[in-house]
T-cell receptor, first 117, second 113 residues
Framework: DAMVIQNPRYQVTQFGKPVTLSCSQTLNHNVMYWYQQKSSQAPKLLFHYYDKDFNNEADTPDNFQSRRPNTSFCFLDIRSPGLGDAAMYLCATSKGTGSIGVNTEAFFGQGTRLTVV | GESVGLHLPTLSVQEGDNSIINCAYS??????FIWYKQESGKGPQFIIDIRSNMDKRQGQRVTVLLNKTVKHLSLQIAATQPGDSAVYFCAENRSYNTDKLIFGTGTRLQVFP
């Protein structure tokens, strides 16, 4: 059974039109991550939550925002998508060091492939 | 600075041979390391992990080696099979920094008969 679920798997949006990608988890993990992955590149961390605490990466554009209304759900909002934002967006979760003193592996969803037209 | 993935290097091996995939990580304070396998169009899948207080860990057909002195990780795959063909990434976790998880440059593994 899927433990980290991303919807939709494929998203087409118009240039400049706001779009939201969603992620849900059944693992009750404290940490949730959002990554952007372009073709033949490594996943690039955009931001992550440790519980409700939001941690933004310094080079993440302001165009990218995130919300985590509860433990299970996390959203990625792209306010004005440009052609350069077309990519695979990956969500992941992990238990977090605070809960058991060490962290454990991050579990990934299958990703949402975003196309901007 | 952070590790940033660029164009992926490729490792080609013959079926049945052993594969060694290398990774350099960026932050000496990272304390937990994970190897992931990613197949086309899918999310990364956990293979094996290692904590900074260890230098070797073995799984089924896979071994991870950690050299903290030179900030280097390697993944060894024994008796490589066609199903092992994928992109492999190492990732470093920083528990001191809210469990920030950063990926290194991946390697594409191609297995030929």
């Amino acid at each position: 059974d899927a433990m980290v679920i991303q919807n939709p798997r494929y998203q087409v949006t118009q240039f400049g039109k706001p779009v939201t990608l969603s992620c849900s988890q059944t693992l009750n993990h404290n940490v949730m991550y959002w990554y952007q992955q372009k073709s033949s590149q490594a996943p690039k961390l955009l931001f992550h939550y440790y519980d409700k605490d939001f941690n933004n990466e310094a080079d993440t554009p302001d165009n990218f925002q995130s919300r985590r209304p509860n433990t299970s759900f996390c959203f990625l909002d792209i306010r004005s998508p440009g052609l350069g934002d077309a990519a695979m967006y990956l969500c992941a979760t992990s238990k977090g060091t605070g809960s058991i003193g060490v962290n454990t592996e991050a579990f990934f969803g299958q990703g949402t492939r975003l196309t901007v037209v | 600075g952070e590790s940033v993935g660029l164009h992926l290097p490729t490792l080609s091996v013959q079926e049945g041979d052993n594969s060694i995939i290398n990774c350099a990580y960026s932050n000496s304070a990272s304390d937990y390391f994970i190897w992931y396998k990613q197949e086309s169009g899918k999310g990364p899948q956990f293979i094996i992990d290692i904590r900074s207080n260890m230098d070797k860990r073995q799984g089924q057909r896979v071994t991870v080696l950690l050299n903290k002195t030179v900030k280097h990780l390697s993944l060894q795959i024994a008796a490589t099979q066609p199903g092992d063909s994928a992109v492999y990434f190492c990732a470093e976790n920083r528990s001191y920094n809210t469990d920030k998880l950063i990926f290194g440059t991946g390697t594409r593994l191609q297995v030929f008969p």
